[in-house]
């Protein structure tokens, strides 16, 4: 196992796909398996745009192809500039990698741009024979509660459905009151955190429930329609009633960050525009904000992983106990884990890996 970050620093020379206007282009990457892709923001009119954003892959053995495709954002149908495959092999002994590449047309007959990428690769740490017993009550589990809020049908289950499961379904069933998933995520190797995601249906702003729903969150996905203008306009109410109703235990609010789902389908309003996004993400106080797809499983690992380190810049208020014991601290919850001693000392045990449909 190992991990690979791929900076897409900037590209040009890209090849015009517009008649009467420069190129709207994003960058779509992904390994081997494309049922995992991640995508850059997309910048408006830009001959040579300029990304500095990094995205993270848990690598296998085997995946051995960086796919890089650069699209030009059409209303109608996104139009592909240029792609190229990196061999992944050449990372391997020095880790290290920051080049143009070129970027080739269908068939791979003709350039049609350049792009700039860094890529780091870095193997996790293992336990092998020759290495040392490795430290169980050194191990720490953060049990971190999170919710995805938002307007109707704007595709919170489904996120929450492809994270958790990598599954999606085109059939749309409305969420009644609130859904529970769990997710078990290695953020490093000292570090395991379970992701309990709350889905609360849209409707359940207008009710007297949410501040119960709210309790304890550390953290907050607010969801939108890219297709719907007026899911967009709806984002505000969200974040200032999550503000109202619950707060991290220094007063802070928690650390949400908005996602513009349905981004393979085309687009209506301030999304079109990741400058102006940028702007409003910071004028209404939100971490960050991505294009998501759980159709096209674009960006939602991203995202996630983005919200965990954004938490975890909290940790320093979790007073971490004794191996097996647990320890409250406002809104954050942490229990060490226990080591392999005291689990064989326990006379039952049982639970599961993950629980838990809109479209996109």
């Avoid at 940790?315 to 919850?333: D, F, K, V």
Wanted: hydrophobic share 35%; charged share 30%; with cysteine.
């Amino acid at each position: 196992m190992a991990q690979l970050q791929v900076t897409v620093i900037e590209a040009k020379n890209l090849k015009k796909k517009d008649t009467l206007s420069e190129n709207d282009p994003f960058v779509v990457l992904y390994l081997d398996d494309a049922n995992y892709k991640q995508k850059t923001k997309t910048k408006q009119n830009a001959k040579n745009p300029k990304w500095n954003q990094s995205f993270v892959f848990n690598h296998l053995y085997g995946q051995d192809v960086l796919h890089v495709d650069v699209y030009d954002e059409d209303s109608v149908k996104n139009d592909k500039i240029g792609s190229v495959e990196i061999d992944l092999r050449q990372l391997y002994d020095k880790g290290h990698l920051d080049q143009w590449f070129d970027l080739k047309g269908k068939f791979g007959l003709a350039r049609h741009g350049e792009i700039h990428l860094i890529l780091d690769f870095q193997r996790l740490r293992a336990n092998t024979p020759s290495a040392p017993p490795s430290n169980m009550d050194q191990k720490k589990e953060y049990l971190f509660k999170v919710l995805v809020i938002g307007e109707l049908a704007t595709g919170k289950t489904a996120l929450v459905k492809r994270y958790v499961h990598n599954f999606f379904s085109e059939h749309y069933r409305a969420t009644i009151g609130v859904d529970f998933a769990l997710k078990i995520v290695k953020y490093d190797d000292d570090t395991v955190i379970r992701l309990q995601l709350w889905d609360i249906a849209g409707q359940e702003r207008f009710g007297n429930m949410t501040r119960v729903y709210y309790k304890e969150a550390v953290g907050c996905f607010i969801v939108f329609d890219v297709t719907r203008g007026s899911t967009f306009e709806a984002v505000t109410k969200w974040k200032t009633d999550l503000d109202n109703k619950v707060q991290l235990p220094d007063g802070n609010p928690v650390p949400c960050v908005l996602l513009a789902n349905k981004c393979d389908l085309a687009k209506e309003g301030l999304v079109n525009s990741a400058q102006q996004m940028d702007e409003f993400c910071r004028a209404k106080g939100f971490a960050n904000w991505f294009e998501t797809s759980a159709k096209e499983n674009i960006n939602i690992e991203a995202s996630a992983r983005f919200l965990i380190s954004e938490i975890m810049k909290h940790n320093e208020q979790l007073q971490p106990r004794s191996p097996g014991s647990y320890a409250r601290s406002g809104t954050l919850t942490v229990h060490d884990k226990p080591d392999e001693k005291t689990k064989n000392d326990r006379k039952c045990c049982g639970g599961s890996n993950d629980s838990g449909d809109s479209k996109s």
